[in-house]
């Protein structure tokens, strides 16, 4: 869509499909924000616009809102029903003492 400024640049408009992305990128942020952050800290963060508060780190979530971890998620097929199903990986990395 053409700028109604001018610019010979046309406006961003941000599309359903790109806004779905959003919460894969915050996580991926929180992630690079968690492990390779400079000692200083993150860069920047998100924020709720109503209260200017950091948002809370994304949780993988049941559908009743309780997080869950690793070890309680699985996997199956959808299109048929399958009565065995494998674990994900639940070794967990230790975690250096200045990253928890």
């Given at each position: 869509?053409?700028?109604?400024?001018?610019?010979?640049?046309?406006?961003?408009?941000?599309?359903?499909?790109?806004?779905?992305?959003?919460?894969?990128?915050?996580?991926?942020?929180?992630?690079?924000?968690?492990?390779?952050?400079?000692?200083?800290?993150?860069?920047?963060?998100?924020?709720?616009?109503?209260?200017?508060?950091?948002?809370?780190?994304?949780?993988?979530?049941?559908?009743?809102?309780?997080?869950?971890?690793l070890a309680?998620?699985?996997?199956?097929?959808?299109?048929?029903?399958?009565?065995?199903?494998?674990?994900?990986?639940?070794?967990?990395?230790?975690?250096?003492?200045?990253?928890?």
């Open positions: 869509m053409p700028d109604p400024e001018g610019s010979k640049y046309p406006e961003y408009r941000l599309t359903e499909k790109g806004a779905d992305l959003a919460t894969t990128l915050i996580a991926l942020m929180q992630w690079g924000d968690h492990w390779a952050s400079p000692p200083a800290g993150p860069p920047v963060e998100v924020i709720e616009l109503a209260t200017g508060e950091p948002i809370a780190k994304l949780e993988i979530r049941n559908r009743k809102g309780r997080a869950l971890s309680e998620l699985s996997y199956r097929k959808r299109a048929s029903e399958v009565a065995d199903h494998a674990p994900l990986d639940t070794e967990q990395p230790e975690i250096p003492a200045g990253k928890r």
